[in-house]
């Protein structure tokens, strides 16, 4: 089984979805995912962003089983963080030294907290 038929298979398993639910819920025809899932077929790259804007999984995580380029556990962070990529330079500056600021705080914070 290739990587994607096998991943597919995971992230609907791990979801308790049915092939008939999951082709509902995405607009394909459950046996369209079947071929994906038996790897008789590799899905189109429409298809494969719909499967994981389902799944809420970047595309590369269809291909490799993992996130590649981000793998943040808070969503509203890495939206954030995805809005102030789109800032001039100078705003994006000022947000990494605001940044940087709070972490050393929260680090400073944390060792004050150990002496006590």
């Known amino acids: 089984m290739n990587e994607i038929a096998k991943n597919l298979r ?8 049915s092939l008939r639910a999951l082709a509902e819920a ?15 077929v590799v899905p189109t790259v429409n298809n494969a ?6 799944f809420k999984v970047p595309v590369e995580y269809l291909l490799y089983g993992r996130k590649i380029l981000t793998d943040f556990n808070d969503e509203e962070l890495l939206k954030l963080f995805k ?9 994006r500056k ?16 944390k060792k004050i907290e150990k002496e006590i």
Do not use: W
């Not at 995405?26 to 008789?40: K, M, P, Q, V």
């Not at 809005?83 to 705003?91: G, L, N």
């Not at 000022?94 to 914070?109: C, G, T």
């Open 83 to 91: 809005e102030i990529d789109e800032y001039e330079e100078s705003d």
């Open 94 to 109: 000022v947000a990494k030294n605001i940044l940087k600021k709070l972490v050393k705080n929260v680090s400073e914070r």
């Open 10 to 17: 995971e992230l609907r398993d791990k979801s308790g979805l």
């Open 49 to 54: 962003v719909k499967i994981c804007e389902y």
């Open 26 to 40: 995405i607009g394909l025809s459950h046996n369209t995912l079947a071929t994906y899932e038996r790897n008789d």
